[in-house]
């Protein structure tokens, strides 16, 4: 899943200096009640992040390709 770019400019704002191998990010995040841990991937084409989403929580919160969803996300130290 794409963030979008206003969000990704916050991530950026946020860890600054903190990212980790290829430029990630950890992060917790919460998808319909369902959380993991995992980490924000940049991609550059767009100017943005991608959040893998295991299959496993699609399947739980009901989520097919192409929706729109929401998506909360805490930074991890």
């Known amino acids: 899943m794409t963030l ?3 969000i990704a400019d916050d991530i ?3 860890t600054a200096g903190a990212s980790k191998a290829f430029g990630s990010v950890r ?3 919460e998808i319909a009640g369902h959380s993991w ?3 924000l991937f940049p991609d550059s084409q767009k100017g943005s992040y991608l959040l893998p ?3 496993s929580v699609r ?3 009901g989520i097919d390709a192409g929706d ?3 998506v909360a996300l805490r930074t991890e130290a």
Request: glycine share 4%; aromatic share 0%.
């Open 4 to 6: 979008p770019a206003d």
């Open 12 to 14: 950026r704002a946020q």
């Open 27 to 29: 992060v917790t995040a």
């Open 37 to 39: 841990q995992t980490s």
């Open 53 to 55: 989403v295991k299959k």
């Open 59 to 61: 399947n739980k919160a």
């Open 68 to 70: 729109v969803v929401g």
